[in-house]
């Protein structure tokens, strides 16, 4: 059990570690010119639209400086963008359904241990009436074993009883 989970653990840091790499590459890939050191993970320009949404200043309107690029440029560039959007968005909502799932795993172990409590406590119940029914079994047995006791002279007298007329009944009939 404990291989199998350090196999499961080895395998999800190599493909998070693949991920990274990939990431590194995309980020690599659409970027130019210097890395923003407030954002070292990112990977985008400093004049990125995204890093300047990011920071806070959508509240001017910012538009892509376009100048000195053929329209083929143009193009790639916005597919770029477009692409990493939707690959984030994508991504996003894969988290948000995880999260989703994840609630909902909660509450059906928080449903199972309620079933537990409630089987528990129904256990405890019944060795507690197990306890007291052998309790008085017990009890019982040992007034049947008095009874039997005081029985045993009983039937010592009477068996002297009879060995008495039966001698007197042979000496005198005899």
């Known amino acids: 059990a404990v291989v199998s989970t350090q196999s499961g653990h080895y395998g999800r840091v190599v493909s998070r570690t693949e991920s990274i790499k990939e ?54 560039l916005i597919d770029n963008q477009d692409t990493y959007l939707q690959e984030r968005e994508r991504n996003i909502k894969t988290i948000y359904s995880k999260i989703e799932e994840l609630g909902s795993m909660m509450g059906r172990l928080s449903q199972m241990i309620a079933n537990q409590g409630e089987t528990i406590s129904l256990l405890d119940t019944n060795v507690t009436d197990i306890q007291t029914n052998v309790d008085a079994a017990h009890s019982e047995l040992l007034k049947y074993f008095q009874s039997i006791s005081s029985n045993r002279w009983l039937m010592f007298k009477v068996f002297g009883i009879l060995i008495v007329f039966f001698i007197i009944f042979v000496v005198f009939m005899a």
């Not at 590194?24 to 890395?35: A, L, V, Y």
């Not at 990977?43 to 329209?71: A, H, I, K, V």
């Open 23 to 76: 990431q590194k590459q995309r980020r690599d890939q659409f970027s130019s010119g210097s890395i923003s050191s407030a954002y070292p993970g990112d990977g985008f320009p400093e004049q990125s639209l995204l890093l300047q949404s990011e920071q806070g200043n959508s509240s001017r309107d910012t538009m892509l400086d376009f100048s000195g690029m053929d329209q083929n440029q143009q193009l790639s």
